[in-house]
């Protein structure tokens, strides 16, 4: 049973740099309420002096963070978790004002979330440190690798998930001793007040995780900062090229999570009970399709196709758009006006490139007209190289395209220039295998595998980004190496 939260007041918003908040920063961003179409608060933004002053607290807030036991860090990241858990209602309301994420999503966001931080807590004692490769040699050298942390990350983060992508960075970061600036979107800064509040409690030091919500120019001053020694990046491709260019005029490192059209195949032996519900659900009813490796793409065989359209089609009409308070809401809106423009163009298009609609296809008026509303769409029949099958939506449209043979699936599922996620169906053990093998995206899950668990590394290839989140990967992204030799032979 979902919880009643009925207070829909957005908290302050100020921007936290070491112990200090700033309740005005360079200009002021309008949040719009997606569920309302009104202003709901009043967001200050941070500017290029307040980010060199949040760098210059972070590096500071280093200086302390390096020389604090591991053991220490990981019992301050251990309490973070716990903070996040206990204030669960709480974040689940702040990711409804911050995006309009249904109620039915965020009670199980939270605890994934948490299991970020607890994962990455459990490492902050244990991590790598690098081996020794060489003992004494005939040269009477000794060589050992040093993993270090960076230092200043600077962690820029998107507005469809932003606990989450909080959870996802920040742990790894903090378990592998850095400090963080953090630029939350402009458009969804509440979930990380409260964030960097909690992490106070724990009894991070100050200047350790520092928030400065902002837009454009903002994230730009922390990527461009020289003291900034990394940056994390969740977005999208047109922001990631500005990113990576301007990175490159220092050589400095970039980890990239992007977009994806991830392919979701159904052979003819799947079982269609648990195939058909989880291919709907994922496409266009949970975050009302705004996440990134999302099952966007469904490649069904020839002989479920029908039951495969049909079935899907069905599920997706019984879906309640509506209040993401309202415990009844599968969905709640898209983001913002823009992201309604963006989305019934696609479907606009989809319809003159010969797709069939069966489900959904259109904004949704009546009590919901002022906010961001559309309904679960599905397309069938989706010509492989169409638009719709090509080039992400981010939002609740699906596109269902057939498919005869494992190496047609395989072909069209590798066909667009995205890689972070695919799904097989199937219950044929060697025919997954062989799938899994020739898909090249970052994950692969088959048959009902849960999606995005800290315990494996996420991220993508191709368009889809560059370095992973999760796992022991995640947390070596945030380390370089240093290897060291100690001469002392006989002289
Ligand atoms: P965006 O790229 O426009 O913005 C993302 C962030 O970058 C925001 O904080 C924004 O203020 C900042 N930004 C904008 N211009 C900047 C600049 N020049 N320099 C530095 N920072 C700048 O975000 P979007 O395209 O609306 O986000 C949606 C995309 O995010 C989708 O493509 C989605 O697939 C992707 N995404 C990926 C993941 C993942 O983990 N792979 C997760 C969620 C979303």
Do not use: N, Q, R
């Given at each position: 049973m979902t919880a009643v939260i009925s207070d829909r007041v957005p908290p302050a918003v100020t921007l936290r740099i070491g112990g200090e908040r700033r309740t005005k920063g360079a200009s002021v961003f309008n949040h719009v309420s997606p569920?309302?179409?009104?202003?709901d608060a009043e967001i200050p933004l941070a500017g290029v002096a307040d980010i060199d002053d949040a760098v210059a607290a972070a590096q500071e807030g280093f200086e302390i963070w390096r020389r604090t036991p591991g053991t220490e860090r990981a019992r301050k990241l251990f309490a973070l978790a716990e903070l996040i858990d206990a204030n669960h209602e709480e974040f689940m309301r702040l990711g409804m004002l911050d995006n309009g994420t249904a109620v039915t999503t965020m009670v199980t966001m939270v605890p994934a979330a948490s299991s970020w931080v607890r994962y990455y807590a459990g490492w902050a004692d244990k991590v790598p440190q690098g081996r020794v490769n060489t003992t004494v040699m005939s040269e009477g050298e000794l060589g050992y690798t040093l993993r270090q942390p960076y230092g200043v990350i600077g962690v820029i983060i998107t507005w469809n998930a932003p606990l989450m992508s909080l959870c996802m960075k920040i742990p790894a970061a903090l378990a592998a001793g850095n400090s963080v600036v953090v630029k939350p979107s402009e458009m969804t800064p509440f979930s990380a007040m409260l964030f960097a509040d909690l992490a106070a409690q724990a009894g991070i030091p100050d200047g350790v995780i520092n928030v400065v919500p902002g837009d454009a120019e903002a994230g730009s001053a922390l990527v461009g900062h020289p003291d900034v020694k990394l940056i994390t990046f969740t977005g999208g491709p047109i922001t990631a090229r500005k990113i990576t260019a301007q990175c490159a005029e220092t050589f400095k490192p970039v980890l990239l999570e992007l977009g994806g059209k991830s392919a979701n195949l159904i052979f003819d032996d799947a079982n269609l009970d648990e195939a058909i519900p989880h291919a709907a659900f994922s496409s266009v009813a949970a975050m009302a399709g705004q996440g990134c490796a999302f099952p966007t793409r469904v490649l069904a065989q020839r002989g479920v196709y029908d039951q495969v359209v049909s079935g899907i089609a069905q599920a997706a009409k019984s879906y309640v758009v509506g209040d993401p308070f309202e415990s009844t809401t599968t969905l709640g809106p898209v983001v913002n006006e823009a992201a309604v423009e963006r989305i019934t163009g696609m479907i606009d298009r989809a319809h003159l490139e010969g797709a069939r609609l069966v489900a959904g296809g259109s904004r949704l008026g009546g009590e919901l007209k002022n906010g961001c509303f559309i309904s679960p769409t599905v397309f069938a029949d989706?010509?492989?190289?169409?638009e719709l099958a090509q080039v992400e939506v981010f939002g609740p449209v699906l596109a269902i395209i057939p498919f005869d043979t494992e190496e047609e699936a395989v072909a069209i599922a590798n066909s667009t220039g995205y890689g972070l996620s695919g799904r097989i169906w199937t219950n044929e053990t060697r025919r997954a295998m062989r799938v899994v093998e020739q898909m090249i995206t970052g994950e692969v899950m088959v048959n009902d595998a849960k999606q995005a668990s800290v315990l494996r590394p996420f991220g993508g290839v191709g368009h889809s980004g560059l370095g992973r989140e999760g796992g022991v990967e995640g947390l070596e992204e945030f380390l370089w190496t240093k290897s060291v030799a100690f001469g002392g032979g006989p002289r």
């Open positions: 569920v309302t179409g009104s202003v989706v010509s492989p190289d169409s």
